[in-house]
């Protein structure tokens, strides 16, 4: 590297770095300021990572005791804690009703902060505190993977989402059909406070938020019992993404388990569990892992990255691993910056809104990752190079136009600067 290069690599660690500082609060990290103003699950997972590659351990081990400090007492964690009173956000507390404290909302996210605590504990360069942090939250992390084993497992054996935000791809096209069955809003004013910040175009629809907040309407007036959502849910997907996460945060725990003292055959037995589940989502024509909608009994379209990330739980045969790489490779003719969120040839397809087809840091982490682990290390590195580079030029941002490399949604984004720090420039 020249110096000019080293040079670059110490100026985006420090933009990275100055990205979680000016997003961090009282014990946790917000996505993003004014757009995201609460402490967000799934992305309390790489912001850990984030603050243990820069260092700051105290911080990576509080942004995940903080996030189980408002574990539901079913073992659910939910999907935002509203730790702090802001007008900035909608929906907001008094719209999910949850009577939770500290105010939460009533659904989960997929479970990264599980991988990310047995990551920590692995690198932790003090093992007395990293065996007091882990045995912490031991109890937390091992609760929430037993309520989804309980609570939502799915036909197939994977894990079920019941609502588009619970899957973390809010409107993914592949959500379009079963929401449509999904009520709309009683109220049909909404108060849409992100299209303030981010242009609407790239966000969802006004017609996908009131059919959201349908589901939030029927959730909250079934009492938020989190053991029955998947029976009074409109809305009912086995979830590649979700289910694959889920494996591997038991996979993850279950290696650590035995330097807390606790037994790891539960965990694993779960994790072998789902991905043996993935296996019945793959769709042998389309060459890719498809979500089911449970109430319509049918595998849902079009192909989005969520599909992919089933590599991220490890353990998925050779042969589907390469036809999906395979067309990935067809997808970057179209669009080259990175994993695209959604088939770039589907209608749906849409380079700038949100979950529709811009590709995202955490999803090239996702999968390079898991190709890594499943012995593609040279595409893994190709994803990690070319994610850098993106990042390098665009900055921090939420998301980018997967066909023309641009910065788009929300600027300085905790998770982007995190695994920036993390992944993209390891020490």
Not at 93 to 98: I, S
Not at 333 to 358: I, K, L, M, Q, S
Request: glycine fraction near 8%.
């Amino acid at each position: 590297m020249t110096s000019r290069g080293a040079s670059d690599v110490v100026d985006l660690r420090a933009r990275a770095l100055a990205v979680l500082v000016g997003n961090h609060r009282a014990g946790y990290t917000v996505p993003a300021e004014g757009l995201y103003p609460y402490q967000w699950c799934w992305d309390s997972g790489p912001i850990a990572l984030g603050w243990a590659a820069a260092g700051k351990w105290d911080d990576a081990w509080t942004e995940l005791r903080r996030l189980l400090s408002a574990q539901w007492a079913s073992g659910m964690v939910p999907h935002i804690v509203f730790w702090e009173s802001c007008d900035d956000y909608f929906p907001g507390p008094e719209v999910w009703g949850t009577s939770h404290t500290p105010p939460t909302t009533g659904i989960t996210q997929p479970p990264l902060p599980v991988s990310s605590a047995a990551r920590l504990f692995v690198a932790d360069p003090d093992r007395d505190r990293a065996r007091a942090m882990l045995g912490a939250v031991w109890p937390g992390l091992v609760a929430w993977i037993e309520w989804i084993a309980r609570a939502r497992r799915g036909p197939h054996g994977g894990c079920v989402i019941v609502h588009p935000w619970e899957s973390g791809m809010d409107n993914a096209p592949c959500w379009d059909a079963p929401l449509e069955h999904a009520p709309t809003a009683s109220d049909p004013h909404l108060e849409r406070r992100d299209v303030a910040t981010v242009a609407a175009a790239h966000r969802p629809t006004d017609h996908d938020y009131r059919r959201y907040l349908g589901i939030v309407e029927r959730l909250r007036a079934a009492g938020w019992d989190t053991e029955e959502q998947a029976a009074v849910s409109p809305f009912v997907v086995e979830d590649v993404a979700f289910t694959a996460i889920a494996a591997r945060a038991a996979s993850d725990l279950g290696q650590v388990a035995r330097d807390v003292g606790e037994d790891p055959a539960p965990l694993d037995r779960f994790a072998a569990e789902a991905r043996a589940a993935l296996t019945a989502l793959w769709d042998d024509d389309a060459g890719w892992f498809r979500p089911y909608d449970v109430r319509r009994e049918a595998p849902l379209g079009p192909l989005t990255a969520g599909g992919l990330v089933a590599v991220w739980a490890g353990g998925v045969d050779a042969a589907r691993v390469d036809r999906m790489l395979e067309r990935l490779d067809g997808w970057a003719a179209a669009a080259p910056f990175g994993v695209p969120t959604c088939d770039p040839t589907a209608r749906a397809f849409d380079p700038e809104r949100y979950w529709r087809g811009p590709a995202w840091v955490l999803v090239n982490w996702l999968v390079a990752d898991g190709c890594a682990r499943s012995g593609y290390a040279e595409r893994a590195e190709q994803l990690r190079a070319s994610t850098l580079a993106l990042v390098a030029r665009a900055g921090f941002s939420e998301y980018y136009d997967a066909t023309t490399g641009q910065g788009i949604g929300g600027h300085g984004f905790s998770w982007s600067a995190a695994l920036t720090l993390a992944w993209l420039l390891p020490e």
